[in-house]
Protein backbone atom coordinates (compact mmCIF):
# COMPACT_ATOMS: atom_id res chain seq x y z
CA UNK A 1 0.00 0.00 0.00
CA UNK A 2 1.41 3.60 -1.13
CA UNK A 3 1.01 5.95 1.75
CA UNK A 4 0.00 9.53 0.45
CA UNK A 5 0.47 12.96 1.55
CA UNK A 6 -1.42 16.08 0.69
CA UNK A 7 0.22 19.91 0.90
CA UNK A 8 -1.74 22.80 -0.14
CA UNK A 9 -2.72 25.59 1.67
CA UNK A 10 -6.06 25.22 0.25
CA UNK A 11 -8.25 23.42 2.40
CA UNK A 12 -11.13 23.26 -0.12
CA UNK A 13 -8.48 21.48 -2.83
CA UNK A 14 -7.02 19.36 0.29
CA UNK A 15 -10.06 17.90 1.07
CA UNK A 16 -11.31 17.57 -2.28
CA UNK A 17 -8.44 15.29 -4.21
CA UNK A 18 -8.28 13.37 -0.59
CA UNK A 19 -12.25 12.65 -0.61
CA UNK A 20 -12.58 12.44 -4.90
CA UNK A 21 -9.37 10.91 -6.13
CA UNK A 22 -10.04 6.56 -6.49
CA UNK A 23 -6.77 6.16 -4.78
CA UNK A 24 -7.40 2.39 -3.55
CA UNK A 25 -7.96 1.14 -7.22
CA UNK A 26 -4.40 2.30 -7.10
CA UNK A 27 -3.44 0.75 -3.87
CA UNK A 28 -3.18 3.79 -2.30
CA UNK A 29 -3.99 5.48 0.85
CA UNK A 30 -3.74 9.17 1.98
CA UNK A 31 -2.78 9.40 5.65
CA UNK A 32 -1.95 13.12 6.11
CA UNK A 33 -2.55 16.57 4.88
CA UNK A 34 -0.89 20.12 5.56
CA UNK A 35 -1.05 23.45 4.59
CA UNK A 36 2.45 24.31 4.68
CA UNK A 37 5.79 22.93 3.67
CA UNK A 38 6.74 23.46 7.85
CA UNK A 39 3.74 21.34 8.80
CA UNK A 40 4.58 18.94 6.14
CA UNK A 41 7.81 18.34 7.45
CA UNK A 42 6.72 17.65 10.76
CA UNK A 43 4.18 14.90 9.75
CA UNK A 44 7.27 13.11 7.47
CA UNK A 45 9.70 13.53 10.72
CA UNK A 46 7.28 10.52 12.30
CA UNK A 47 5.45 8.98 9.54
CA UNK A 48 5.66 6.65 6.86
CA UNK A 49 4.59 8.30 3.50
CA UNK A 50 5.77 7.12 -0.28
CA UNK A 51 4.08 9.69 -1.99
CA UNK A 52 3.90 13.57 -1.49
CA UNK A 53 1.62 15.50 -3.55
CA UNK A 54 2.54 19.20 -3.01
CA UNK A 55 1.29 22.58 -4.21
CA UNK A 56 4.11 25.14 -5.09
CA UNK A 57 2.94 28.51 -3.93
CA UNK A 58 2.18 27.74 -0.54
CA UNK A 59 2.95 30.28 2.75
CA UNK A 60 5.76 29.76 5.62
CA UNK A 61 7.36 27.53 2.66
CA UNK A 62 7.31 27.12 -0.58
CA UNK A 63 6.50 23.85 -2.56
CA UNK A 64 9.90 23.97 -4.31
CA UNK A 65 11.72 24.66 -0.62
CA UNK A 66 9.72 21.65 0.46
CA UNK A 67 10.78 19.71 -2.37
CA UNK A 68 14.30 20.81 -2.15
CA UNK A 69 13.72 19.43 1.92
CA UNK A 70 12.33 16.17 1.32
CA UNK A 71 14.73 15.21 -1.75
CA UNK A 72 17.11 15.50 0.92
CA UNK A 73 16.23 14.08 3.97
CA UNK A 74 13.62 11.93 2.60
CA UNK A 75 14.83 10.54 -0.36
CA UNK A 76 12.58 7.62 -0.83
CA UNK A 77 9.52 9.48 -1.47
CA UNK A 78 7.91 10.32 -4.43
CA UNK A 79 6.52 14.09 -4.92
CA UNK A 80 4.24 14.95 -7.52
CA UNK A 81 3.38 18.71 -8.16
CA UNK A 82 0.18 20.34 -7.50
CA UNK A 83 -0.16 23.43 -9.92
CA UNK A 84 -1.84 26.11 -11.85
CA UNK A 85 -1.11 26.49 -15.78
CA UNK A 86 0.86 29.73 -15.18
CA UNK A 87 3.46 28.16 -12.95
CA UNK A 88 5.55 26.60 -16.16
CA UNK A 89 8.96 27.32 -14.43
CA UNK A 90 8.05 26.09 -11.07
CA UNK A 91 6.93 23.49 -13.06
CA UNK A 92 10.33 22.57 -14.90
CA UNK A 93 12.18 23.27 -11.52
CA UNK A 94 10.37 20.76 -9.48
CA UNK A 95 10.92 18.55 -12.17
CA UNK A 96 14.37 18.55 -12.05
CA UNK A 97 14.60 18.50 -8.25
CA UNK A 98 13.39 15.14 -8.79
CA UNK A 99 9.29 15.38 -9.24
CA UNK A 100 8.00 12.53 -10.77
CA UNK A 101 4.97 14.13 -12.28
CA UNK A 102 2.69 17.18 -12.14
CA UNK A 103 -1.13 17.52 -11.82
CA UNK A 104 -2.15 21.14 -13.36
CA UNK A 105 -5.29 21.88 -10.74
CA UNK A 106 -7.79 23.91 -13.22
CA UNK A 107 -7.78 20.85 -15.50
CA UNK A 108 -8.66 18.62 -12.76
CA UNK A 109 -12.03 16.95 -14.13
CA UNK A 110 -14.17 14.21 -12.01
CA UNK A 111 -13.78 11.69 -15.02
CA UNK A 112 -10.25 12.64 -15.12
CA UNK A 113 -8.92 11.24 -11.39
CA UNK A 114 -8.78 7.88 -12.29
CA UNK A 115 -6.35 9.18 -15.56
CA UNK A 116 -4.37 11.15 -13.70
CA UNK A 117 -3.57 8.78 -10.46
CA UNK A 118 -2.76 5.86 -13.32
CA UNK A 119 -0.05 7.93 -14.87
CA UNK A 120 1.39 8.73 -11.44
CA UNK A 121 0.87 4.96 -10.57
CA UNK A 122 3.25 4.15 -13.75
CA UNK A 123 5.69 6.07 -13.02
CA UNK A 124 5.98 5.05 -9.70
CA UNK A 125 6.29 1.76 -11.26
CA UNK A 126 8.91 3.05 -13.89
CA UNK A 127 10.74 4.12 -10.96
CA UNK A 128 10.94 0.82 -8.80
CA UNK A 129 11.84 -0.85 -12.22
CA UNK A 130 15.57 -0.11 -11.08
CA UNK A 131 15.42 -1.28 -7.53
CA UNK A 132 14.66 -5.39 -7.46
CA UNK A 133 12.21 -5.67 -5.16
CA UNK A 134 10.20 -9.13 -5.07
CA UNK A 135 8.15 -10.26 -2.28
CA UNK A 136 10.09 -12.89 -1.29
CA UNK A 137 10.66 -13.40 2.34
CA UNK A 138 14.33 -13.50 3.91
CA UNK A 139 15.25 -17.03 5.13
CA UNK A 140 18.67 -16.21 6.89
CA UNK A 141 18.48 -13.38 10.06
CA UNK A 142 21.79 -11.63 9.07
CA UNK A 143 22.93 -9.75 6.48
CA UNK A 144 24.75 -6.45 5.20
CA UNK A 145 23.84 -2.95 3.59
CA UNK A 146 26.41 -0.32 2.17
CA UNK A 147 25.04 3.15 2.26
CA UNK A 148 26.29 7.08 2.24
CA UNK A 149 26.02 9.84 4.61
CA UNK A 150 26.02 12.11 1.96
CA UNK A 151 23.15 11.03 -0.38
CA UNK A 152 24.22 13.24 -3.30
CA UNK A 153 27.46 11.41 -3.45
CA UNK A 154 28.35 9.47 -6.54
CA UNK A 155 27.66 5.59 -6.33
CA UNK A 156 29.41 4.72 -10.00
CA UNK A 157 32.52 3.27 -7.58
CA UNK A 158 29.89 0.41 -6.32
CA UNK A 159 28.42 -0.94 -9.36
CA UNK A 160 31.59 -1.16 -10.86
CA UNK A 161 33.25 -3.28 -7.48
CA UNK A 162 29.99 -5.30 -7.72
CA UNK A 163 30.87 -6.15 -11.34
CA UNK A 164 34.49 -7.00 -10.84
CA UNK A 165 34.71 -8.16 -7.57
CA UNK A 166 31.85 -10.68 -8.38
CA UNK A 167 29.31 -9.10 -5.27
CA UNK A 168 25.62 -9.88 -5.74
CA UNK A 169 24.12 -6.72 -4.52
CA UNK A 170 20.47 -5.44 -4.64
CA UNK A 171 19.97 -1.34 -5.38
CA UNK A 172 18.02 -0.71 -2.61
CA UNK A 173 17.62 3.00 -3.31
CA UNK A 174 19.76 5.86 -4.42
CA UNK A 175 23.40 5.20 -2.76
CA UNK A 176 21.82 2.53 -0.25
CA UNK A 177 23.06 -1.37 -1.69
CA UNK A 178 22.25 -4.68 0.24
CA UNK A 179 24.74 -6.88 0.21
CA UNK A 180 25.17 -11.05 -0.31
CA UNK A 181 27.64 -12.71 0.41
CA UNK A 182 28.75 -15.74 -1.78
CA UNK A 183 28.25 -19.10 -0.19
CA UNK A 184 31.93 -20.60 -1.78
CA UNK A 185 33.57 -17.59 1.00
CA UNK A 186 33.73 -17.85 4.61
CA UNK A 187 32.33 -15.21 6.87
CA UNK A 188 35.75 -13.77 8.08
CA UNK A 189 37.04 -13.73 4.38
CA UNK A 190 34.63 -11.88 3.00
CA UNK A 191 33.63 -9.09 5.68
CA UNK A 192 37.40 -8.28 5.64
CA UNK A 193 37.18 -8.26 1.84
CA UNK A 194 34.24 -5.88 1.87
CA UNK A 195 34.80 -3.68 4.67
CA UNK A 196 38.20 -3.05 3.10
CA UNK A 197 37.28 -1.65 0.27
CA UNK A 198 34.31 0.49 1.98
CA UNK A 199 37.08 1.69 4.16
CA UNK A 200 38.61 3.54 1.08
CA UNK A 201 35.29 5.47 -0.12
CA UNK A 202 35.24 8.46 2.84
CA UNK A 203 31.82 8.69 3.71
CA UNK A 204 30.44 5.17 2.96
CA UNK A 205 30.00 2.86 5.60
CA UNK A 206 28.90 -1.30 5.82
CA UNK A 207 26.19 -1.84 8.29
CA UNK A 208 25.52 -5.38 9.99
CA UNK A 209 22.21 -5.96 10.00
CA UNK A 210 20.03 -8.51 12.49
CA UNK A 211 16.36 -9.63 12.72
CA UNK A 212 15.95 -10.10 9.09
CA UNK A 213 14.51 -13.78 8.97
CA UNK A 214 10.81 -13.97 8.55
CA UNK A 215 10.52 -10.12 7.51
CA UNK A 216 9.37 -9.24 3.52
CA UNK A 217 11.84 -7.40 1.25
CA UNK A 218 9.79 -4.47 1.49
CA UNK A 219 9.80 -4.56 4.52
CA UNK A 220 13.66 -4.71 4.85
CA UNK A 221 14.03 -2.17 1.99
CA UNK A 222 11.45 0.11 3.96
CA UNK A 223 13.05 0.17 6.88
CA UNK A 224 16.72 0.30 5.66
CA UNK A 225 15.49 3.97 3.91
CA UNK A 226 14.17 5.42 7.58
CA UNK A 227 17.30 3.86 9.00
CA UNK A 228 18.86 5.82 6.29
CA UNK A 229 17.00 8.66 6.22
CA UNK A 230 17.14 9.26 10.14
CA UNK A 231 19.76 7.49 12.27
CA UNK A 232 22.44 7.03 10.19
CA UNK A 233 23.29 10.53 10.36
CA UNK A 234 23.93 9.48 14.21
CA UNK A 235 25.98 5.96 13.79
CA UNK A 236 28.30 7.16 11.39
CA UNK A 237 32.03 6.40 12.42
CA UNK A 238 34.63 7.55 9.99
CA UNK A 239 37.13 5.55 11.68
CA UNK A 240 35.33 2.28 11.44
CA UNK A 241 33.07 2.64 8.99
CA UNK A 242 31.32 -0.93 10.24
CA UNK A 243 28.30 -0.36 12.64
CA UNK A 244 25.31 -2.75 13.94
CA UNK A 245 21.39 -2.60 14.14
CA UNK A 246 19.49 -5.28 14.98
CA UNK A 247 16.03 -4.16 12.77
CA UNK A 248 13.45 -5.17 15.91
CA UNK A 249 14.95 -3.21 18.66
CA UNK A 250 15.10 0.20 16.23
CA UNK A 251 12.06 -0.37 14.91
CA UNK A 252 10.80 0.05 18.29
CA UNK A 253 13.72 2.43 19.77
CA UNK A 254 12.92 5.16 16.69
CA UNK A 255 9.21 5.96 18.01
CA UNK A 256 10.41 7.26 21.48
CA UNK A 257 13.37 9.03 20.67
CA UNK A 258 12.45 12.23 20.73
CA UNK A 259 10.39 12.07 23.64
CA UNK A 260 13.19 14.33 25.66
CA UNK A 261 12.33 17.72 26.35
CA UNK A 262 13.79 20.04 23.55
CA UNK A 263 13.21 23.30 26.13
CA UNK A 264 15.74 21.39 28.64
CA UNK A 265 18.00 21.22 25.99
CA UNK A 266 17.86 24.65 24.84
CA UNK A 267 17.91 26.00 28.36
CA UNK A 268 21.20 23.94 29.25
CA UNK A 269 23.11 24.94 25.74
CA UNK A 270 21.76 28.92 26.69
CA UNK A 271 23.35 29.10 29.63
CA UNK A 272 27.76 29.70 29.48
CA UNK A 273 28.83 27.04 32.15
CA UNK A 274 29.53 24.65 29.05
CA UNK A 275 32.25 26.81 27.91
CA UNK A 276 34.42 26.59 30.36
CA UNK A 277 33.66 22.87 32.16
CA UNK A 278 34.67 19.95 29.84
CA UNK A 279 32.26 17.63 32.03
CA UNK A 280 29.20 19.57 31.24
CA UNK A 281 29.90 20.03 28.03
CA UNK A 282 30.26 16.53 27.34
CA UNK A 283 27.15 15.47 29.45
CA UNK A 284 25.16 18.24 27.01
CA UNK A 285 26.76 17.06 23.96
CA UNK A 286 26.15 13.33 24.71
CA UNK A 287 22.37 14.19 25.88
CA UNK A 288 21.80 16.27 22.25
CA UNK A 289 23.17 13.20 20.10
CA UNK A 290 21.12 10.18 22.56
CA UNK A 291 17.73 12.22 21.62
CA UNK A 292 18.74 11.88 17.90
CA UNK A 293 16.97 14.77 16.69
CA UNK A 294 15.72 14.68 12.94
CA UNK A 295 18.92 16.65 10.75
CA UNK A 296 16.05 19.00 9.86
CA UNK A 297 14.94 19.74 13.26
CA UNK A 298 18.98 19.73 14.53
CA UNK A 299 19.44 22.30 12.72
CA UNK A 300 16.65 24.49 13.46
CA UNK A 301 18.12 23.80 17.46
CA UNK A 302 21.08 24.96 16.54
CA UNK A 303 20.23 28.24 14.84
CA UNK A 304 18.11 29.04 17.62
CA UNK A 305 21.15 28.69 20.58
CA UNK A 306 23.36 30.42 17.95
CA UNK A 307 20.67 33.45 17.84
CA UNK A 308 20.93 33.11 21.89
CA UNK A 309 25.13 32.69 22.13
CA UNK A 310 25.60 35.44 19.46
CA UNK A 311 23.38 37.72 22.07
CA UNK A 312 25.66 36.47 25.18
CA UNK A 313 29.13 36.62 23.91
CA UNK A 314 29.48 38.83 21.35
CA UNK A 315 29.35 41.98 23.39
CA UNK A 316 32.34 40.06 25.29
CA UNK A 317 34.22 38.82 22.93
CA UNK A 318 33.44 40.46 19.36
CA UNK A 319 33.03 37.41 17.71
CA UNK A 320 30.12 36.06 15.43
CA UNK A 321 29.56 32.51 15.51
CA UNK A 322 28.13 31.21 12.02
CA UNK A 323 26.58 27.62 11.18
CA UNK A 324 27.29 25.64 7.93
CA UNK A 325 24.83 25.14 5.78
CA UNK A 326 24.60 21.27 6.52
CA UNK A 327 26.13 18.33 8.39
CA UNK A 328 26.45 14.99 7.00
CA UNK A 329 26.93 13.36 9.84
CA UNK A 330 26.98 13.35 13.67
CA UNK A 331 30.71 13.64 13.41
CA UNK A 332 30.71 16.86 11.60
CA UNK A 333 28.18 18.56 14.25
CA UNK A 334 29.98 17.31 17.02
CA UNK A 335 33.23 18.94 15.82
CA UNK A 336 31.54 21.69 14.73
CA UNK A 337 30.81 22.33 18.29
CA UNK A 338 34.00 21.63 19.85
CA UNK A 339 35.66 24.14 17.05
CA UNK A 340 32.97 26.62 18.47
CA UNK A 341 33.63 26.16 21.77
CA UNK A 342 37.24 26.26 21.61
CA UNK A 343 36.98 30.24 19.42
CA UNK A 344 34.52 31.20 22.03
CA UNK A 345 36.82 30.37 25.09
CA UNK A 346 39.62 31.84 22.63
CA UNK A 347 37.64 35.13 22.32
CA UNK A 348 37.07 35.10 25.71
CA UNK A 349 40.52 35.04 27.20
CA UNK A 350 41.31 38.54 28.32
CA UNK A 351 44.68 39.01 29.77
CA UNK A 352 43.89 41.80 32.01
CA UNK A 353 41.19 39.78 33.66
CA UNK A 354 40.43 36.54 35.48
CA UNK A 355 38.19 34.11 34.02
CA UNK A 356 35.77 34.72 37.19
CA UNK A 357 35.34 37.94 36.12
CA UNK A 358 34.88 37.58 32.08
CA UNK A 359 32.16 35.10 33.12
CA UNK A 360 30.48 37.69 35.97
CA UNK A 361 30.65 40.60 32.86
CA UNK A 362 28.97 37.12 30.62
CA UNK A 363 26.53 36.78 33.76
CA UNK A 364 25.61 40.67 33.90
CA UNK A 365 24.89 40.57 30.01
CA UNK A 366 22.80 37.51 30.70
CA UNK A 367 20.62 39.73 33.04
CA UNK A 368 20.23 42.52 30.76
CA UNK A 369 18.91 40.21 28.28
CA UNK A 370 16.73 38.49 30.02
CA UNK A 371 15.10 41.03 32.80
CA UNK A 372 15.38 44.37 30.63
CA UNK A 373 11.49 44.74 30.87
CA UNK A 374 12.40 45.45 34.64
CA UNK A 375 14.06 48.38 36.99
CA UNK A 376 17.89 47.17 36.24
CA UNK A 377 20.60 48.92 38.09
CA UNK A 378 24.59 48.60 38.00
CA UNK A 379 24.89 48.67 41.80
CA UNK A 380 22.01 45.60 41.69
CA UNK A 381 23.65 43.57 38.87
CA UNK A 382 26.87 44.41 40.54
CA UNK A 383 25.48 42.73 43.70
CA UNK A 384 24.00 39.60 41.95
CA UNK A 385 27.35 38.84 40.34
CA UNK A 386 29.40 39.48 43.16
CA UNK A 387 31.23 42.47 42.47
CA UNK A 388 31.82 46.07 43.76
CA UNK A 389 30.43 48.61 41.98
CA UNK A 390 33.06 50.33 40.99
CA UNK A 391 34.82 47.53 40.07
CA UNK A 392 32.19 45.77 37.79
CA UNK A 393 31.68 49.41 36.19
CA UNK A 394 35.30 49.52 35.36
CA UNK A 395 35.59 45.52 33.92
CA UNK A 396 31.96 46.47 32.04
CA UNK A 397 32.94 48.91 30.43
CA UNK A 398 36.60 47.37 29.71
CA UNK A 399 35.86 44.57 28.64
CA UNK A 400 32.17 45.61 26.80
CA UNK A 401 33.35 48.45 25.17
CA UNK A 402 30.79 50.93 26.83
CA UNK A 403 29.70 51.39 30.19
CA UNK A 404 26.79 49.35 31.74
CA UNK A 405 23.76 52.07 31.46
CA UNK A 406 24.68 52.79 27.87
CA UNK A 407 24.14 48.83 27.15
CA UNK A 408 21.78 48.62 28.83
CA UNK A 409 19.80 51.66 27.15
CA UNK A 410 21.13 49.97 23.48
CA UNK A 411 19.79 47.04 24.66
CA UNK A 412 16.28 48.35 25.44
CA UNK A 413 16.19 50.18 22.13
CA UNK A 414 17.06 47.01 20.03
CA UNK A 415 14.46 45.19 21.63
CA UNK A 416 11.61 48.34 21.64
CA UNK A 417 12.99 48.72 17.42
CA UNK A 418 11.51 44.76 17.17
CA UNK A 419 8.23 45.03 18.56
CA UNK A 420 7.79 48.05 16.56
CA UNK A 421 8.55 46.53 13.53
CA UNK A 422 7.54 43.05 14.40
CA UNK A 423 4.35 43.71 16.26
CA UNK A 424 1.03 45.96 16.51
CA UNK A 425 1.28 46.59 20.07
CA UNK A 426 1.03 50.14 21.24
CA UNK A 427 3.71 52.52 22.37
CA UNK A 428 2.72 52.20 25.85
CA UNK A 429 3.10 48.57 25.71
CA UNK A 430 6.88 48.36 24.44
CA UNK A 431 7.92 50.98 27.02
CA UNK A 432 6.86 48.96 29.60
CA UNK A 433 8.52 45.87 27.85
CA UNK A 434 11.40 47.68 27.59
CA UNK A 435 11.58 48.61 31.09
CA UNK A 436 10.32 51.91 30.72
CA UNK A 437 7.45 53.02 32.75
CA UNK A 438 6.92 56.18 31.67
CA UNK A 439 5.55 56.53 28.09
CA UNK A 440 7.32 59.88 27.49
CA UNK A 441 10.59 59.19 28.98
CA UNK A 442 10.59 56.34 26.75
CA UNK A 443 9.63 58.59 23.03
CA UNK A 444 12.40 60.96 24.23
CA UNK A 445 14.90 58.46 25.24
CA UNK A 446 14.29 56.27 21.67
CA UNK A 447 14.54 59.90 19.80
CA UNK A 448 17.78 60.60 21.15
CA UNK A 449 18.49 57.20 19.65
CA UNK A 450 17.37 57.10 16.79
CA UNK A 451 16.67 60.63 15.66
CA UNK A 452 12.52 59.96 15.29
CA UNK A 453 9.97 59.24 18.06
CA UNK A 454 8.75 55.24 18.42
CA UNK A 455 5.34 56.16 16.16
CA UNK A 456 7.98 57.85 13.00
CA UNK A 457 9.63 54.71 13.38
CA UNK A 458 6.95 52.19 12.96
CA UNK A 459 5.44 54.43 10.22
CA UNK A 460 8.88 54.61 7.84
CA UNK A 461 9.85 51.16 8.37
CA UNK A 462 6.62 49.59 7.19
CA UNK A 463 6.53 52.16 4.31
CA UNK A 464 10.37 50.83 3.55
CA UNK A 465 8.85 47.01 3.90
CA UNK A 466 5.67 48.19 1.51
CA UNK A 467 7.32 49.34 -0.65
CA UNK A 468 10.09 46.37 -1.12
CA UNK A 469 7.05 44.47 -1.23
CA UNK A 470 5.56 45.32 -3.91
Known sequence: MIKVMVVDDDKLVRKGLISAMPWKHFDMEVVGEASNGVKALEFLESNRVDLLLTDLAMPVMSGIDLIKMVRKEF???YIVVLTLHQDFEYIQEALRLGAIDYIA???LEKERFEEVLERISNRIAQEQKRVP?????????RGYACLSINKAAGEHWVKNWSENADQSMTEVDMNLWLLKQPSEESDALWLERVSQEISTKPGWGLIHLKGLYGRSHNDVHRLLREYRDKDFFYDYDSHSGTGAVLLQDW???KQVRSEGSLNVMKEQWSNYNWIYQDSIFNQYIHALKWMRLPQAKLLGLLYSLIDKWNILFYPVSSVKIQLPDSFHSW???DAWFRATRNMIRSALDKPAFSQEVVECVIKAVNIVQEEMNQPITAANVAKRVNMSRSYFSQCFKEIVGMNFSDYLRQ????KAKEFLLYTNKTILWIAENVGYMDEKYFSRTFREQTNMLPSKYRQTQDTGRNMSDE
Open 75 to 77: THI
Open 105 to 107: KVQ
Open 133 to 141: DPNGIFTMD
Open 251 to 253: ENQ
Open 331 to 333: EQA
Open 411 to 414: VRIE
